[in-house]
């Protein structure tokens, strides 16, 4: 399979405690995208990649989330310290070649923090 | 900030009908994407638009880049049971590196 991937599909955790997620890109792609989806709603703007550079973050990217792709493959995204309004499906996407335009989403990481 | 606007926000059809969906914005963007979403998945992408007045299909799919940049359209012919979902329209205004701006969405129900 040579789409986008992320890791873990499901994540429950204790409010206060830190989580991380990966996501895999398409492997020819050089941008990444962090956006995140809560029920009801379309995805949003978290954060942007293009090969290991952090060129974008929204303004709901607060000072609790951290975004790394240390060598322009793989991303992680960490929350610490979870609140219960950080419950939501993580979304993951990569774009790049010849359909630049296009973003290729990941399946997400559901997180619900209790 | 920039919004769009996706109605109503569920649809009911008979399989074998044809349905159209549309989305609206209050600002321009360069590019109009649709995407499919299943339960508890990512989003699929349908089709993606490049030009103002762009009408392009995939398979029983169609879709439409609005004259003035500020609506796009999709329509699905045909509809059959596996065209249930939600239909995400999204907007990117500036270059390849942009983010989507996505509208909230239209769940779409067949009956068989």
């Known amino acids: 399979d040579t789409g986008v991937s992320q890791d873990p599909r499901h994540k429950i955790t204790k409010r206060g405690q830190n989580v991380t997620f990966r996501c895999d890109p398409i492997?020819?792609?050089?941008?990444l995208y962090w956006y995140r989806q809560t029920l009801g709603q379309g995805p949003e703007f978290l954060t942007y990649?293009?090969?290991?550079?952090?060129?974008?973050k929204s303004r709901l990217l607060s000072d609790r989330f951290s975004a790394e792709r240390p060598k322009g493959s793989f991303s992680t995204l960490e929350i610490q310290r979870t609140e219960q309004g950080d419950s939501a499906m993580y979304l993951c996407?990569?774009?790049?070649?010849?359909?630049?335009?296009?973003?290729?989403f990941g399946p997400g990481t559901r997180l619900t923090v209790t | 900030g920039q919004q769009l606007n996706q109605s109503p926000q569920s649809m009911f059809i008979q399989e074998g009908e044809d349905v159209s969906m549309n989305c609206t914005s209050s600002?321009?963007?360069?590019?109009w994407l649709w995407y499919k979403q299943d339960p508890g998945e990512g989003p699929v992408l349908l089709i993606a638009?490049?030009?103002?007045?762009e009408l392009t299909s995939n398979g029983r799919l169609t879709a439409q880049f609005g004259i003035t940049r500020k609506d796009s359209f999709l329509n699905i012919s045909a509809s059959i049971p596996s065209d249930v979902g939600i239909y995400f329209c999204?907007?990117?205004?500036?270059?390849?590196?942009?983010?989507?701006?996505f509208g909230k969405g239209i769940t779409l129900s067949v009956r068989p």
């Open positions: 990649f293009q090969n290991e550079a952090q060129l974008e």
């Open positions: 638009l490049y030009k103002a007045g």
């Open positions: 999204a907007g990117q205004y500036g270059g390849a590196n942009s983010k989507l701006t």
């Open positions: 600002s321009i963007f360069n590019t």
């Open positions: 492997s020819e792609h050089n941008r």
């Open positions: 996407a990569s774009s790049g070649g010849l359909a630049a335009y296009e973003q290729y």
